[in-house]
């Protein structure tokens, strides 16, 4: 059983900068993939980025976000620069199962209850 619990999303002007937190329970953290998703209003929940065997990051994102983690804290991250207000959206982080594409949210078991993050323009 892995349980996740994200924070740091807020309210944000364009251009500025969150870092979002995903602390982890269970042992098994540092053996699992984790990703990060987000689900806007009114739009189905997509791939932001993953940290496993490798990183990946959507093409809406690459060079502006970054996942990285902590395995002694049980934490993964996603600090996000540059934000645009078309980032605005619950973002969740996520546990990879065995099996599955990684960019697909089929692939992960546990979820995090999510996090606002809201970009003004």
């Known amino acids: 059983q892995v349980q996740l619990v994200e924070s740091g999303g807020g309210l944000v002007q364009a251009g500025g900068s969150l870092r979002l937190s995903c602390a982890a329970s269970?042992?098994?953290?540092?053996?699992?993939?984790m990703g990060w998703f987000r689900q806007a209003p009114g739009k189905e929940r997509e791939f932001v980025a993953r940290?496993?065997?490798?990183?990946s990051y959507s093409d809406s994102v690459k060079g502006r976000f970054t996942i990285f983690r902590d395995n002694n804290a049980n934490t993964v991250y996603l600090q996000m620069n540059s934000l645009k207000p078309e980032d605005t959206a619950v973002y969740y982080c996520?546990?990879?199962?065995?099996?599955?594409?990684?960019?697909?949210?089929?692939?992960?078991?546990?979820w995090g209850q999510g996090t606002q993050v809201t970009v003004s323009s």
């Open positions: 940290s496993g065997s490798s990183t």
């Open positions: 996520a546990a990879r199962k065995i099996g599955g594409v990684y960019y697909s949210d089929y692939a992960y078991d546990y």
């Open positions: 269970g042992r098994t953290f540092s053996s699992r993939g």
